[in-house]
């Protein structure tokens, strides 16, 4: 861990808990674009071998986690069977319109779709609920978190920060796998 980590100054955290107290919650959120029902990034005050630090948090449902999770294999399928793979960037026209991929990029795609379809039919990727933590960030300490939960809400955050913090987080360790609706695939 880093001396000069501000995560852990006294005087940083006391203009953290200020910020949490004017919010009424026991966390802050932090302005994202990719905060959504499923994805929330936020911080909250707990204590870190024996010291008080600042936690940078992600949380998300385990249906997010299941889906990155099976785009990252079928990605990782894609560059192995097309020598000339490159991510497909989804941009929009000046209508805002998403553009019409290339027909290289329109290929990958749907070779992706496909193999996502077998990932499933064939339950192959399987998801449990997760707390990792990360001491080496350059502000405070970093935990990702994955829970089993529909949406990620306040309600949600509060309780995960306060049996954090109380030591009484127990994980459901079943492996679960889910369905993607095809909306979703088309989100990707």
Known sequence: MKTTNGGFDPKVIQ?????????????????SEDNSEEYVNFFFIGIYEGKEVVYDTVIYTLRLHHTSEMYEVAE???AKHFPEFKKIKYEEDENG???????????????MAEVIM???AEDEIKVHEHVALDANL?????LDV???????????????????NNDTLELDTTAYSFQIESEELMKR
């Open 138 to 142: 350059d502000f405070g300490i970093g």
């Open 118 to 120: 077998e990932l499933e």
């Open 15 to 31: 203009e953290y808990k200020d910020k949490i107290e004017a919010t009424g919650k026991s966390y802050l959120i932090i302005d």
């Open 146 to 164: 994955a829970l089993n939960v529909g949406e990620i809400d306040s309600g949600v955050i509060e309780s995960f920060v306060e049996r954090y």
């Open 97 to 111: 319109d998403l553009a019409a991929l290339d027909n290289l990029e329109e290929e990958i795609g749907l070779f």
């Open 76 to 78: 990782h399928r894609a």
